[in-house]
Nanobody
Framework: QVQLVESGGGLVQPGGSLRLSCAASGSMFRFNVMGWSRQAPGKQREWVARIFSGESTYYVDSVKGRFTISRDNAKNTMYLQMNTLNAEDTAVYYC?????????WGQGTQVTVSS
């Protein structure tokens, strides 16, 4: 019923930037929390960033000052602006949204940081 579609991943050189998008079906006002997680090869999935309906934002320490999460309810889209990327950021990035019925996940988009 709920669909989340990520886009914007790809190959980028160290120090470069990418902007990920997560398009949601329906109005996003029903999601009190939205965010991003990532999973690198051979590692557990880790939480990266979240944004509340009141637009308060929180980040894992490793991305503070480099990543910015935002949401545009009019476009039903959430974004993750990623700057100063390094090899440790290489992972599949998943967006998620939480409503009163549970947590919903996108299919993921690959981000590879390499020279």
């Amino acid at each position: 019923q709920v669909q989340l579609v990520e886009s914007g991943g790809g190959l980028v050189q160290p120090g470069g930037s990418l902007r990920l998008s997560c398009a949601a079906s329906g109005s996003m006002f029903r999601f009190n929390v939205m965010g991003w997680s990532r999973q690198a090869p051979g590692k557990q999935r880790e939480w990266v960033a979240r944004i509340f309906s009141g637009e308060s934002t929180y980040y894992v320490d490793s991305v503070k000052g480099r990543f910015t999460i935002s949401r545009d309810n009019a476009k039903n889209t959430m974004y993750l602006q990623m700057n100063t990327l390094n090899a440790e950021d290489t992972a599949v990035y998943y967006c998620y949204a939480i409503d009163r019925f549970g947590t919903h996940w996108g299919q993921g988009t690959q981000v590879t940081v390499s020279s």
